[in-house]
């Protein structure tokens, strides 16, 4: 069976979720490329051994664009947290590798753009980590959309909701960091927008509110030491589609 070398950048809990979809998927799915764990990239070099001593990466490195430029390396997936997604990809695809990238796609508009248009002019494989889109369930509700099943759609609502921030002593991570793309619209709004867009289509009008619910929390588990937070625990908008469909979004 072919192979495809896979590059890894960030181990987190995405990082884990992804490498161990590459081992098992070969032997679970019908697909024509078996990936190959050659190198993990990590902020440093001892999380970076570990991580690919217990993912079973082949090598490992603490300076991404190294993973980047290594030959075996023929596809750049990552799972770093959003500020980085932009600089990685936009190398990956420089040098004509496919890149599958977590979302958000990006912080901005407009780094979002610069992806899409170096993607679309470098003709590069590219896919976003919305993973819910690929749920049987949710293609399935988007044939019964499309077929005309339920007739045309003027309501939408999508709620988005987590509760792995609710306690107040949940200490302070990057996905807290505005610095590193973080709160709750980026986090997991991004996951409901994406399947708002899929369901009814493209989105051309919002207005909404956001909130901190803990304006401070612990810096580590356990630690007295607070830090102060500055992104949003919850976004709720009215949104209106281009096809005239109206709702409501929420992320919390
Ligand atoms: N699709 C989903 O359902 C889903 C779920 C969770 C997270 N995510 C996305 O995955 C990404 C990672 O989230 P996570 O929950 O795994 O976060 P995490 O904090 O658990 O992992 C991020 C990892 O990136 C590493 N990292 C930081 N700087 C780096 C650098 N310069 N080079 C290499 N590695 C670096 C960190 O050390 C850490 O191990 C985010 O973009 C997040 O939005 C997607």
């Known amino acids: 069976m072919k192979t495809i070398g896979i590059g890894l950048v960030g181990s987190g809990f995405m990082g ?4 161990n979809a590459y081992s098992s998927v070969a032997g679970l799915f019908d697909v024509p490329l078996k990936p190959k764990l050659k190198m993990l990239a990590e902020a440093n070099p001892e999380l970076a051994k570990e991580a690919a001593r217990s993912l079973q990466f082949e090598r490992f490195t603490a300076d991404w664009p190294e993973l980047v430029n290594d030959p075996e390396v023929e596809l750049v997936d990552i799972t770093a947290p959003n500020h980085l997604h932009q600089p990685i990809a936009l190398a990956a695809i420089a040098k004509g590798k496919p890149v599958y990238c977590e979302k958000p796609l990006a912080c901005t508009l407009e780094e979002a753009k610069t992806m899409r ?3 679309e002019s470098a003709g590069v494989a590219t896919l976003v980590g ?5 749920n049987p369930m949710i293609q399935t509700a988007r044939e019964i959309v499309q077929s005309g099943e339920i007739g045309e759609l003027f309501s939408f609502r999508g709620v988005h909701a987590e509760d792995f ?4 002593q949940a200490p302070y991570t990057n ?3 505005a610095e590193q793309g973080g709160g709750a619209l980026y986090d997991i709004g991004s ?3 994406s399947l708002a867009r899929f369901l009814v289509g493209p989105l051309c ?3 909404g509110m956001q909130s901190t619910v803990f304006t401070e929390r612990p810096e580590a588990t356990n630690s007295k030491q607070m830090k102060t937070v500055k992104v949003d625990d919850q976004t709720h908008f009215l949104a209106r589609f ?3 469909c109206s709702g409501t979004l929420e992320a919390s």
Do not use: F, P, T, W
Request: proline share 0%; aromatic share 8%.
């Open 117 to 119: 248009d170096a993607s």
């Open 165 to 168: 921030m609710a306690d107040a």
């Open 130 to 134: 919305y993973n819910y889109l690929q």
């Open 191 to 193: 996951h409901i927008i």
């Open 205 to 207: 009008e919002v207005m």
């Open 16 to 19: 884990r979720c992804h490498a």
């Open 175 to 177: 996905r807290l960091d």
């Open 242 to 244: 281009e096809n005239g």
